[in-house]
């Protein structure tokens, strides 16, 4: 359970530094953790179905390397832990070379979208995070 | 050295789900930090002058409370610690009510702009991290 | 029936030419228009309880002087032309000075919300944009 | 010289109303020109070495059909005019079906970048835009 979205970065991502600002790679991470979802055939509609909503709590982001337009990256998205009502992704930015341009851990609740309640991980949703966790994991 | 940005969140801020998208936060922290260096008196020149640039290494930033359209907000920016190449900075975004919408650590290191290399923080900025930290910080 | 919204430009705003990208300009007159319907107490909820959305169709802009951060400037809104389905507004970005330095006219559609199919402007919407174009308008 | 970019809507690039949009149009539009430029060899580089920068004067876009998270668009540029010191490009966002989701014209003026004045363009960029638009252009 992993996946890989590529991007390539756009000139309207660029700031007045010359490289990617450093929100626009949050936008980045989500574009790759829509793409992990759908892998793990839990898109939008799916939660929905089950009457749950993910809600991300905390993002911790090391930004390592700058990225400039016409970089050609992939966001790497594989799963870091299940908790009873959370669980954390990992994701890397990494560019044609194998260098990371930034890694972070991206903490999500599993949320009630009724009650408005955090509510236990879905089986669907723990099986997938599992499997990429391993069984050491 | 404390500064407070006010801000009111904007339609083109809202996301699908109806509030402010995780990446935009990053963005309103950022308008809060370039607002605590203008109290500083350390705005982009004086930077430049010293020959010196500020490169964010990492952001760690809790999500507490969703933002909505119309929404006034206060980003609060306060030093958190100063080392010797490094230095973070906290930030909070609070609502009307005191409530925390958001907090974050933000950790950032002094490059030479020449060399490229880490290096001591300037004087003028030392001082101003600590004299937010206190004597005990 | 005219309105005006102040803001200020924001770092994340400015592209890597030091000034604001001809995209964020139409945020801006988005702002400005959010907040002409809400001066004619015509905000989303109003138009979705007379089961209507309006839909942008076109917009034409003219860029005249460059935008750069700190800019504090004024986002006038006043109504230029009403049709039977479909109505237009006449926009403003102003400095302090009093200099424009992009307008646009931006054409919308009354939409049935149900059907998606264009339908005749409310009274109240029409009576907005009369009372702004004048008797010679 | 007509050029061709191939993009994937993103979920950080839908607004409240499910839909990408207005604003972000433009930011479409503005990789389809970058595209444009590299294939006429026409980069930022080549610019600034002939001392020129273009400014974009004047976008007017006719929004057609809506744009959902996951569509596969492309960006159509082609040259549209050429005058003495300024150019319109004409640029269409297609689906995969051929249908036109959004059309629009750029027109940009060739400035001296040294003395901020408007200026001939280019032999090249004559060259590349009068060999899109064809002798009956």
């Known amino acids: 359970m992993e996946s890989r979205l590529e991007l390539i970065v756009r000139?309207?991502?660029?700031?007045?530094?010359g490289h990617?600002?450093?929100a626009k790679y949050l936008?980045?991470?989500e574009w790759g953790r829509e793409d992990w979802y759908e892998s793990a055939e839990l898109d939008y509609a799916a939660f929905l179905e089950m009457g749950i909503q993910t809600v991300?709590?905390?993002?911790?982001?090391?930004?390592r390397r700058e990225c400039?337009?016409?970089d050609r990256l992939t966001v790497r998205t594989v799963p870091l832990r299940a908790g009873r009502t959370s669980y954390a992704?990992?994701?890397?930015?990494?560019?044609?070379n194998g260098a990371?341009?930034?890694?972070?851990?991206v903490t999500s609740v599993c949320m009630d979208a009724a009650e408005r309640k955090s509510r236990e991980l879905p089986q669907r949703?723990?099986?997938?995070?599992?499997?990429?966790?391993g069984p050491s994991g």
Do not use: F, P, W
């Not at 991300?56 to 930004?63: A, D, F, L, P």
């Open 100 to 105: 990371v341009r930034a890694d972070a851990e």
């Open 20 to 22: 990617v600002n450093n």
């Open 27 to 29: 936008e980045y991470l």
């Open 56 to 63: 991300t709590v905390n993002v911790n982001i090391n930004y």
């Open 11 to 17: 000139s309207t991502e660029i700031d007045v530094n």
């Open 89 to 96: 992704l990992k994701q890397e930015l990494i560019d044609g």
């Open 68 to 70: 400039v337009q016409g």
């Open 125 to 133: 949703l723990r099986e997938m995070l599992e499997r990429g966790i």
